[in-house]
């Protein structure tokens, strides 16, 4: 009885044993891989023409040209940009004439940026990811914290820096709450100046009434 028990444990034991197995192999066999999520759509517009260049693979936009993105909108009158490949990203905006950007870092920090030309470019060499935006003629910057411009602005967004390569120029902007406001002046009813000290004292060396006048006649 003791060796068949130890046979039926044994064979209940690797029953056991197979089931789970074959529900892990089911398991991983069946599930589904995570998928990456899709990447954001860019939408680039215009009022005027638009020219394609199919074999170059490059587009060109007239007239109020609109480019709108989840982290960033760039507003011009003519821009040429490079055709990615099939779920690729673009890589090369040349955009031109009063140029405007509004665009929103990793940490939420917004950024408002204008100029007559400014150059986007996107690429990956050996896993580190670049992107830059390089703004000329007139160019000038603006976040909450102040204002920048220079000959040319180099924004590099990949590592949140910014350069001006020439005649650099920036503004902070300094607010000052009640508590910073004023904290030399003395405070209402809680410290009064004190006395005037080197007021002019009393005459004290008057010379003393005359006690050593004459007598009188006698």
């Known amino acids: 009885m003791a060796v068949a028990g130890a046979g039926m444990l044994c064979a209940q034991v690797n029953t056991n044993t197979n089931a789970v197995d074959e529900i892990l192999a089911l398991v991983t066999t069946n599930a589904s891989a995570v998928k990456p999520p899709p990447r954001p759509e860019t939408l680039i517009e215009a009022d005027g023409p638009a020219d394609f260049d199919l074999a170059g693979r490059r587009v060109v936009y007239h007239e109020h040209v609109r480019v709108d993105s989840p982290d960033m909108k760039m507003r011009c009158e003519w821009l040429a940009a490079d055709l990615p490949q099939t779920g690729g990203r673009v890589t090369n905006i040349v955009a ?8 929103t870092d990793d940490k939420g920090q917004k950024m408002h940026a204008t100029g007559d030309r400014a150059v986007y470019v996107f690429n990956v060499q050996n896993g580190v990811t670049n992107e830059t935006i390089t703004l000329t003629g007139n160019a000038r910057l603006e976040n909450t914290q102040g204002w ?28 000052l709450n009640g508590a910073l406001a004023g904290t030399n002046a003395p405070v209402e009813g809680t410290h009064p100046p004190p006395a005037a000290t080197n007021s002019v004292a009393n005459d004290t060396n008057v010379p003393p009434a005359l006690t050593n006048r004459p007598s009188a006649a006698k």
Request: glycine letters at 2%.
């Open 148 to 175: 920048l411009t220079g000959d040319s602005i180099i924004w590099d967004r990949a590592n949140d820096r910014l350069s001006v390569p020439s005649n650099p120029k920036m503004v902070f902007h300094q607010t």
């Open 96 to 103: 031109e004439t009063n140029v405007v950007i509004d665009a």
